[in-house]
């Protein structure tokens, strides 16, 4: 009897140690985390977030381009070229000042000296940093120096405009720096070279053969902008003024050519 009831105990035991471990086994596992690491990580870099085209839910559109924005302006320069049109197809009274106003736009030159001038003035030189020590010598007052020595044969009062001179140089110096702003043939000096200074006024180097300089070249003070036509003794002319806005002054006042 003893020994039944040893026995029925040591089937319950088991039992229960079988049933214990049933339910460990489909108990489910704790998740462990996950340690892997990228490269960066492991060499301590930071976090780094790149834009891939195409990807995301933004259409693959750049995070810095804004259609809307885009079109806005668009159809703002889309506006402004149609009324342009539209006063220039318009010859009525009340579009002629606007056409006016929009042609001197136009065809006024850019003040790129001046401009120039005020951003040095404002934030220094940008080209400072890479210029060598002799080139960042002091300022020193500015001195106008004549295009070219020689004799003057028509003074201002002769044509109201500038004045003809006769020299053995068969170059023509800009008087001082400047913008090379025009480039061409005119009525009374022929081929002609115009300089922009950042006072506003404009130096007129005319009667050359040949320009040496290109349309919105920064010319220093003393470069040549032309070549002069000489004759058999290498004696030529050219024609030189100065124009301040829309009146033209007397050259000898500002430079001597002797």
């Given at each position: ?18 049933r ?9 596992q ?76 136009f ?15 404002q ?33 201002f009062?002769?044509n ?99």
């Amino acid at each position: 009897m003893g020994n039944r009831a040893d026995d029925l105990r040591k089937r319950m035991a088991k039992r229960k140690r079988d049933r214990s471990l049933e339910t460990e086994r489909i108990k489910p596992q704790k998740q462990l985390p996950n340690l892997s690491f990228t490269d960066e990580e492991k060499f301590g870099g930071g976090d780094f977030h790149s834009y891939e085209a195409g990807g995301g839910g933004g259409g693959g559109s750049h995070p810095l381009f804004k259609p809307d924005v885009f079109m806005f302006k668009l159809l703002i320069g889309a506006c402004l070229v149609l009324v342009s049109a539209i006063v220039f197809k318009n010859d009525s009274p009340p579009f002629e000042k606007v056409q006016q106003v929009v042609s001197s736009t136009f065809e006024e030159d850019f003040q790129f000296a001046m401009i120039s001038k005020w951003y040095g003035d404002q934030f220094g030189d940008p080209l400072s940093l890479i210029k060598t020590p002799d080139q960042q010598a002091p300022a020193e007052e500015k001195v106008f120096t004549a295009p070219a020595s020689g004799k003057v044969l028509e003074t201002f009062e002769d044509n109201g405009q500038g004045v003809m001179v006769e020299t053995s140089s068969d170059l023509v110096e800009v008087m001082n720096e400047g913008t090379v702003v025009e480039i061409g043939e005119k009525e009374d000096s022929g081929l002609t070279v115009v300089v922009l200074h950042d006072d506003t006024t404009k130096s007129w180097y005319g009667n050359l053969e040949k320009a040496e300089v290109s349309l919105y070249d920064f010319v220093e003070s003393g470069t040549a902008v032309g070549k002069i036509k000489t004759d058999k003794d290498q004696k030529g002319t050219y024609y030189f003024a100065i124009k301040k806005g829309d009146q033209f002054i007397d050259p000898i006042q500002v430079i001597s050519f002797d």
